[in-house]
Structures are given as structure tokens and as C-alpha cells.
């Protein structure tokens, strides 16, 4: 029971029976129990939240001040840091930039400087714990920064005391879109990262899917024409070399997403065609996964979400298009809800459903 | 270190050090105590198994008579079944062919009657005990096939007096593959069942990936082209539309598989340009999934596998073109190799691997 509130934040007793698959009497004296014992607390009941006509029904979450988990994403301009507790309340966060280029151990020393400001900023106002456990978002497919990870990974958890447990930001980003966003309480999302370059995130039971070599989500290099533009990866016609952000910039003739932005809501015809086709050509790469691993969940995030629904509606047409029975049915195609913060918080996520390895973690009863 | 024997098949003394993360020492006095008591046995050595100069090691094994599982896999015209011990041994099968159109009831009660027959010859022969449980396959996507699982399981559950577990069989022959086939011992795996239509298995860790609406591994409805050739599902340029066997057919201006095969034997222009467009559609497909889901071991099974290295070939170098890093140093493309068998097969390894919901089957200590 302590697990699912863990897991997946605030819960009712309702809702832990079904996530726990206790009975109704076992999951009423557990509750009794460990709200005696001061494990969980009840939380002010919302109007409006609760269904038909009677009285909401209270919301249970773990004891707040019993853990504390800190989120640190790493882009190439800004480190975001978050803290959050056991209940999956944010308690305070902290954005610092640096130009680009910045060394790795430069952008440590900024992010461990905002950390402890942050920490006992929390500690003065809250009176919480410093922070049990660490997670971090490093940018770029990890399996190829493995000197990145551990330099960041050794300071951080050598200066806070703390485990730390570190994966790709897009991979977080989408982790924390189904915890907190866009496809809040969903267990199998496909999660796009469109910017300069596409990433992305499967996210299977809940869980990020990660791979037997790390680097499971990359939906910016699937390929859809073999005569197509180059890529970066040196290859031909993936979807990154059709949808990155200079490409349609490029081809639409402008020269900022702001601009490109602009075009599409007047309706200019170039910049409309280069939005629907760059939508078109994602909801072909998400129908393909789609049908491999049964997701009809998407998110796309990165900052081409910006375009809004000028980019989800072809996206969702083809998909709507090309899913089977069900899956249709099920289909959801959503812009990303979380912005900037999306992959600290995915950090803190990953924390809270997958305990480090060394067992550091508070577990559940 | 019961459930991995159980889960994988024999093992070394060192491949259970690996698979249970205990210390060697541990393995060594747990084997012992469990020779002791009768519940795991030494397999004979077999010359040429060890490395090295040494003598081979010793293989150790679920004492085999301690759990028979019953594998029986239905398809249109024929049901295959296997009997398997505890130590993953074939004990026993039959094949019972039956006309197209024959009813449900009447396939069942065709499978029962094999069924009998060969658990009293298996109890004859080898003084084993009745299956503990029973695998089934079944043809199609089981989501649409709801009835026809009930009356199966029911028929099957009712009169074998043992748990049933079933599944869509092109899944089951995957995940045979990876236990005693082509990608024997691999755990990340994508199977294709290429025939009329083509069918598929994604088996992540081990497991066959189901999916929450259990439509993963479709690989057969993946879109290539809006506008292409219709499909049978209503949309138009499916991957099973280009590579159906009628269609590879058609195409190659020959009647039979049998014709196909010897024409790209023989190197008939025409058979051979075929059979390679569709080897690279294929790939294109895999690709994709590759990127999405981190695979790099793929078997090729179904009735097109006879084609061998001419459909393999083409579909190998797509996929060397295509993927990442290390995925391309792992790359693996294989012919399945338990032909008629593999669906039953794989019935027997989804039950071994997992224990049915009501938790009747023996588990680890």
C-alpha cells in the first residue's frame, strides 16, 4: 500500500484496493494503522473532485516530511532543480543558465550551488529532511556519455550524501508527463521530444522502458524513406532529418518558432503545408510503434509543441487512421502539459517508482 | 534458483550464479541440499558442452518427473501437442490434422483425445504425473476471439482438471524461439510469423510483451505507404499487404511456396527481385521497432522461412543499415527453427515461465 502511494501519488481507499489488490477491510485497517503511526496522512478534502452527488472521498498520501527527493535536469543552456515529497507535492524548485559551451564540471558546481540553497530553503520553511535520494537528466543517448554520467553521478551523490540515479531528459520528460501532465495517471505513453533534434520515451506498466542497451525511445531515427534527406546519424530519411526544427524553419522560410508559430495561426499556406506534413510524418513513426508494443497514448512535447494543434491534429489523424479496434478507440494525442520543469520532474518520478539498486530507498511495508 | 532453472531450462553452476545473483558458495551449498532432497538432479555430461580443456560442466536440472506441462497449439487444419518435463525436456508430442472449416467443439475434442492418449503413454513409459497445467495457442488476434478462448479454456480446464493459460500462437512460437530455437537463451526478441498473413511476437526480458489491450507484436499491420496496396484489415499499405503469401505469389507469377522456393534457387529474375523487395519491406519494419523498443535479435519464422537466406539476406542488410551503435554490433537475424512445433512449444514456455493467476503451479523456493 505504501508502495502504490509511492508510486503513483495521492490515492483514495477505493483506489487502493484496486492498486494494491488488498480487500476493502484489509486496505480500512491498514489505513487505520499507519495513520496511528504517522506513516500516512489524509488530505484536505478538494470540492469538485470527488463523483455524483455525495461527499468527496479523502485522499490518502504518505507522511510528507518522511522523505524528500531531489530532481536536477541538465540542458546545454539551464540546470532545473526540483524538490518534491513522498506525496509527490513540489516543496520548491530553482532555474540557473550558463552560456553554451559549459564544461560539465562547471555545470555541476552551478547545479550543486542552486541544490543547497534549495535544500535549506525547504528545511528553514518545512522543516524537511535533506533529500534521500537524487535524480538526474542528462541530455543526449546515454549509452554514449557514459564519462558525462559519471562525472555528474560521483559529484553530486558525493556532495549530497545521497544516491543518484540518472537517465536521458527526454526519456524523464515523458515519465513525468504520465505522473503529472499531459497523460496524468496513464501506464503505457509513447512520449515525443521534438526540438532541434527528436527524442523520446516509452513508457510500458508505468515504467520507463530503457532496453537492454539504453537506448530504447529513439523515435527520431526511425526511418522512413531510404532516399530520403541526410541525418545527423549520417543516414538517410530518418524522421529527425524531416521534423528537427531547422528542417522546418528551413522549409517554411522562416526564421524562428516563434515565427513559424505565427505563420501557421494567420494560415500561410507554406508554413501550414510544412506543419501538417512534419505531423503527418510523426504520426506514421508513433503508428508503427503502436501496433509493435500496443500504445494509444502520445504526448509531444519539446518545443515544436508550441505549434500546438496545427502539429496534434495530422498527428492524430493518421494515428486515427492506421490503430486497430480498440487502440482506436483508446487513442489520445496530447500536447506536453510540464514545459521546462517536465524533465527535473521526470527525475524525481524515476526516484519514486524504481528505488537505486544499492536499496537506499525507503521501501513499502 | 528453482524459478531460473524453472524459467531458462538446465544450467551450470556458474550460469546459476549468474541468473540469481546469489555467490557461489551459496549456489554450491543450496545444490547440494536440494541433490539431497530429491529436488533437482545432475544431467549426464555430454562431451564437446564444456569450454576449453577442461571437463564440462555439470548441468543441473529440475528433478523431471516433479511437473509435466501439456503445450497443445491449434491452427486451421491440424492441432500440435507437446508434453514437457520440469527440466525442459520434450517427454512426448502428437499432431492431429483435421479439414478446414472443423468447429471449436470439434478441434477440442480432437486435442483431448491426443491429449489422453499421450499423458497415459507418457505415464506408462516415463511413471510421470498428469500435466500441472496446460499452454494453449490459438490462430488470430485474441482480443477479437474472446468466445473461442472461453470454450477452448473452459473444454480444456475442465477436463484435464489443471490451470489453462492461452495465447495468440505466432506470440507463443517467439518465444519458443527464445528457449529453444533460432534465439535460444536471448531475451530481448522480435518474431515474425510470416504465412498468409503475417503475424508476430515482441519478447522484452524474457516475457512475451502482451500489451494492455494484448494487440503488441502486430507487426503484419504496420503502415508502409498511405497509398498502397489494400490489406485485408480495410487500409491500404500494410506490411502484410506487400508480403502476404498470395501476394508474393501473385507477384513472382508462380502457384506454389514450393515454386517460389525453387525459382530463387534457380535465380529467376523475376522470384528473386520478389523475394528481396519483400525481405527489405520487412526490414524497414523491424527497423522501426528496433529503434522504438531496443532490440536487436530477430527471428524470421512462418511458412516464408523456407525461403532462407534469400528472404534473410535482404532483410539482415535493412536492418545493418539501419540501427544504432551497439544494436548494429549485436545485430542478429535468424530462420526459426522449430518449424510445426514452435507454437506448442512456446504453449509449454508461457506456462513454465508464468505461473497462472490462481497460483496453482509449484513455485521457487
Not at 177 to 192: D, F, H, I, S
Not at 210 to 216: C, L, Q, S, V
Request: glycine share 12%; proline share 5%; charged share 20%.
Amino acid at each position: 500500500m505504501l508502495d502504490v502511494l509511492r508510486r503513483n501519488g495521492p490515492a483514495s481507499r477505493a483506489q487502493l484496493v484496486d492498486g494494491t489488490g488488498l480487500s476493502r477491510a484489509t486496505i480500512s485497517s491498514l489505513t487505520t494503522d499507519l495513520l496511528r503511526r504517522g506513516r500516512v496522512v489524509e488530505l484536505p478534502r478538494r470540492p469538485g473532485t470527488g463523483t455524483g452527488t455525495g461527499r468527496p472521498s479523502a485522499l490518502l498520501a504518505l507522511e510528507p516530511t518522511s522523505e524528500v527527493v531531489l530532481g536536477v535536469d541538465f540542458g546545454h543552456t539551464r540546470v532545473v532543480l526540483v524538490l518534491a515529497d513522498a506525496a509527490h507535492e513540489v516543496v520548491g524548485s530553482r532555474v540557473r543558465r550558463y552560456r553554451r559551451p559549459t564544461t560539465w564540471s562547471r555545470r555541476v558546481a552551478i547545479a550543486l550551488d542552486a541544490a543547497r540553497d534549495l535544500i535549506a530553503s525547504n528545511m528553514a520553511v518545512n522543516g524537511s529532511p535533506a533529500p534521500t535520494a537524487v535524480g538526474v537528466g542528462i541530455p543526449g543517448s546515454l549509452p554514449h556519455r557514459e564519462d558525462v554520467v559519471a562525472t555528474v553521478t560521483t559529484a553530486l551523490s558525493s556532495a549530497l550524501a545521497a544516491p543518484v540515479r540518472s537517465d536521458n531528459n527526454a526519456r524523464l520528460a515523458g515519465l513525468a508527463e504520465t505522473v503529472w501532465g499531459a497523460a496524468k495517471g496513464l501506464q503505457n505513453v509513447a512520449y515525443l521530444k521534438l526540438s532541434h533534434g527528436v527524442g523520446g520515451a516509452l513508457v510500458l506498466d508505468g515504467r520507463i522502458h530503457t532496453g537492454p542497451r539504453g537506448t530504447a525511445g529513439e523515435f527520431g531515427h526511425v526511418g522512413l524513406d531510404p532516399t530520403g534527406p541526410l541525418c545527423r546519424c549520417s543516414r538517410q530519411g530518418c524522421l529527425e532529418a524531416y521534423v528537427g526544427l531547422e528542417r522546418l524553419l528551413s522549409d517554411a522560410g522562416v526564421d524562428t518558432l516563434a515565427a513559424l508559430k505565427d505563420a501557421v495561426d494567420a494560415g500561410v499556406p507554406q508554413a501550414t503545408d510544412v506543419v501538417t506534413a512534419a505531423g503527418r510524418r510523426i504520426g506514421a513513426v508513433l503508428a508503427a510503434a503502436a501496433g509493435v508494443v500496443d500504445v494509444a497514448h502520445f504526448v509531444l512535447g519539446g518545443e515544436l509543441a508550441a505549434l500546438g494543434e496545427h502539429l496534434a491534429t495530422p498527428v492524430r489523424n493518421v494515428l486515427r487512421n492506421r490503430l486497430l479496434g480498440q487502440a482506436q478507440a483508446d487513442l489520445r494525442v496530447e500536447l506536453a502539459a510540464l514545459g521546462e520543469y517536465a524533465g527535473a520532474l521526470g527525475a524525481v518520478a524515476t526516484v519514486l517508482r524504481e528505488p537505486t539498486a544499492a536499496g537506499e530507498l525507503p521501501t513499502a511495508v
